[in-house]
């Protein structure tokens, strides 16, 4: 087009001119065009005549229409309105069932429970198991967790406050009849104690427990329904079972007194009114205790004051190491001891079994087994129980809070409370078998540390354990007593002048004490103990045979050591302590040395000039002179010689070893049977000095022919035929 109109550049007019011809041309055609397509246009207006009649036909229909659904939609309206109400009331008639269903199976209790806990049998096993399920029916209904709500309802209030009145009623009835049983209970046990009053045994409570172990369950419920109920029944049974075990362990010990006494005084009342009371009167005390008896058990202080009794009126010494010294094995009372030691286990045989039967019995029965540490309604009991008449202390709720009181602690404040008694009739106990015989605390110490041994193996913290264990202090306290004792009266001990020593009483006592010792402590727990105890002895019978032999004055110094350690190895070897070995070798060797110096001495005696020439001797040797030139000593030529061996012939040294054969004797005891031992020595340290002599002879005087008036075999003879002659 533009290449056409090129010229349209150049001249516009020209050019715009030419379009509006053309122009016009175009319209005119067009409006040719609709000129004759008018009919056309007729139609196609009819047609939209119609097309809008049909149109209006339509939406009058769906005028129609919509009216219609306007009134489905409505009703469907409605519809879904009343399903949802439908629903709501369904969920909430569920709910409100659920609620109904929860109130009947939790807060509804039985007319069979109910009767139980009004009126149930409380004497029968089976009214008692049908007491303990309404019990427990009626605790799961009162501790039911109500939901929101619940309270404000009045079929809820009124089973609430029948829940209340069934517990009071039950708690109050079970309270009365448990207080019934208790009294029941004690009248029978006292009917059976004098039963057992002429034996050596303790009432059982077995029947008691096993009774009343069939109300365990319901004193559960009373403890966590009725917490002062509860309290009170413990209150009262603790204060019952006090009073009677405090009557039973007193007869008990009562009894156990007088067989260790040895006295049968049988319908007498005075029973222990003259028992010992103080040491210095104890004497007098136990002779009138023990006048029907024929013995006497004392204590002697003295070594003077001993004296053999005849055998209708012997005694059983105090088993002091100087009473024993002095007294023969048959006197000793052997049959005592062991009365004594089987009565003592008896009575612990006796109270072990007990304690143990009624702690297990009060941790099942009041239900103080379970559970580490207390709760606070615990300490609230815990308080009311100490702050009560029955306990002799008291402590405040907030120590008790700080402490946290275990549940075995109360345990232990009710026993301490029941066996109140117990630890103070032990210690007396052990007082009386100590002064009866101080040797009674090796028994006591034994027994009583292997009891404690097992207490404390089956439970450690339990009262028995720790009961047991404070009377062994007693017991420990006194057997040291008992080794300081022995070790006084070795100091104080006096020896007469006028009498030979012989074997020191507490040497001898040293023995008995060992071999006694020996077989009570054979496997025995505490044998710790007794080797302290042994060493602290020998060591004292060491130092103080040795203060006796410094100041005999009868008899020779080495004589009274060699014998007394003699006897003490002899008693070392013979027991085989090993924790003493040491001092066993020490014995040895303080009575070989001390034989040795008793056997030179003595010997010096019949051969004294001759003893005395030949040291001179022997001292000019040492003077530097020499053995062959002794000769031409003045005082020490071959005529001195001879003179000093003819006043010693055969027949007068036979004399002089017949007279030192006699003073040795006197020098002996005949217990120790030392006489052939130390005669054999003299013999060997004769012959030693005989041969001695005759050496010296041979090199200070050879060729001289000088010999002795006797010879060895003559020695022999002369010391053979005097042991036989005596």
């Not at 096993?125 to 019990?135: D, Q, R, T, V």
């Amino acid at each position: 087009m533009m290449e056409v109109c090129e010229y349209a550049i150049s001249n516009a007019e020209a050019f715009a001119e030419k379009l509006s011809k053309e122009l016009q041309v175009l319209d005119g055609a067009n409006i040719h065009s609709i000129m004759a397509s008018e009919k056309q246009v007729n139609i196609l207006m009819q047609l939209l005549d119609e097309a809008l009649s049909e149109v209006d036909t339509i939406e009058g229909k769906m005028s129609s229409y919509e009216e219609m659904l306007q009134s489905v939609k409505e009703q469907m309206d409605q519809i879904s309105q009343s399903n949802r109400l439908i629903q709501i009331s369904n969920a909430n008639n569920g709910k409100l069932l659920d609620e109904i269903q929860f109130l009947v199976n939790y807060m509804d209790l039985s007319k069979g429970h109910i009767r139980a806990l009004q009126e149930g049998d409380l004497s029968s096993s089976k009214g008692i198991e049908a007491c303990i399920n309404a019990s427990e029916a009626l605790l799961q209904c009162m501790n039911v967790a109500l939901r929101p709500g619940h309270e404000k309802l009045m079929s809820v209030k009124q089973q609430q406050h029948l829940f209340t009145e069934l517990r009071d009623t039950f708690s109050r009835r079970l309270t009365n009849h448990l207080n019934n049983v208790f009294v029941h209970q004690g009248h029978d046990q006292s009917s059976v104690l004098s039963q057992h009053m002429a034996e050596l045994t303790l009432p059982k409570h077995s029947p008691l427990h096993r009774d009343l172990l069939h109300y365990a369950k319901l004193m559960e419920w009373l403890k966590n329904t009725q917490r002062e109920k509860y309290e009170g029944l413990s209150r009262t049974y603790v204060d019952y079972m006090t009073r009677l075990y405090e009557r039973e362990i007193k007869d008990f010990f009562e009894v156990a007194k007088i067989k260790m006494a040895g006295t049968a005084k049988e319908g007498k009342g005075n029973k222990f009114a003259t028992l010992p009371r103080k040491e210095s009167a104890f004497k007098q005390e136990t002779e009138s205790l023990h006048g029907s008896s024929g013995k006497l058990t004392g204590s002697t202080s003295s070594l003077n004051k001993l004296a053999v009794q005849s055998s209708s009126s012997r005694r059983s010494q105090s088993s002091s190491l100087l009473d024993m010294g002095n007294m023969s094995a048959s006197d000793l009372d052997v049959a005592d001891r062991t009365k004594f030691d089987k009565i003592f286990e008896q009575v612990l045989s006796e109270l072990e079994p007990l304690c143990l039967a009624e702690q297990d019995f009060i941790s099942k029965f009041f239900k103080l087994q379970q559970h580490p540490t207390l709760s606070i309604c615990h300490l609230s009991w815990s308080t009311s129980l100490l702050s009560s008449s029955l306990f002799p202390y008291s402590l405040s709720f907030c120590l008790i809070t700080c402490l946290g009181l275990l549940r075995k602690d109360m345990v232990r404040l009710m026993m301490n409370k029941v066996f109140q008694s117990i630890e103070t009739e032990l210690n007396s106990l052990i007082t009386l078998g100590d002064k009866i015989d101080t040797f009674h605390s090796l028994y006591m110490l034994v027994k009583m540390s292997h009891h404690v041994w097992t207490a404390e193996n089956v439970d450690p913290a339990s009262y028995l354990s720790t009961t047991l264990g404070n009377v062994l202090v007693t017991v420990k306290r006194n057997f040291d007593k008992c080794i300081s004792g022995q070790i006084r009266q070795m100091e104080e001990v006096k020896i007469s002048k006028k009498s030979k020593v012989g074997i020191l009483p507490f040497v001898a006592g040293f023995e008995e004490f060992a071999e006694l010792a020996e077989t009570i402590f054979r496997n025995a727990e505490r044998r710790g103990d007794l080797d302290k105890a042994y060493v602290k002895l020998i060591r004292a019978v060491f130092m103080n045979v040795e203060k006796v032999a410094n100041e005999s004055q009868k008899t020779p110094r080495d004589v009274v050591m060699m014998e007394n350690f003699h006897h003490i190895f002899s008693t070392l070897s013979h027991l085989k302590i090993s924790c003493l070995e040491t001092e066993r070798r020490e014995a040895k060797h303080k009575y070989t040395d001390h034989l040795q110096s008793y056997v030179i001495n003595s010997l010096g005696q019949p051969l004294e000039k001759l003893n005395h020439f030949f040291e001179g001797v022997e001292a000019r040797v040492a003077q530097g002179v020499r053995e062959d030139e002794v000769s031409y000593q003045l005082a020490f030529n071959k005529q001195e010689l001879r003179k000093v061996i003819k006043e010693y012939p055969g027949k007068e040294v036979k004399k002089g070893l017949d007279n030192l054969y006699k003073k040795v004797d006197k020098h002996l005891c005949e217990e120790e049977s030392l006489l052939q031992v130390v005669w054999h020595s003299m013999q060997d340290e004769f012959i030693r000095q005989y041969k001695h002599f005759e050496g010296l002879i041979g090199r200070c005087y050879p060729g001289s022919g000088i010999t002795m008036e006797f010879t060895i075999g003559d020695m022999l003879e002369y010391f053979s035929s005097i042991a036989q002659s005596h």
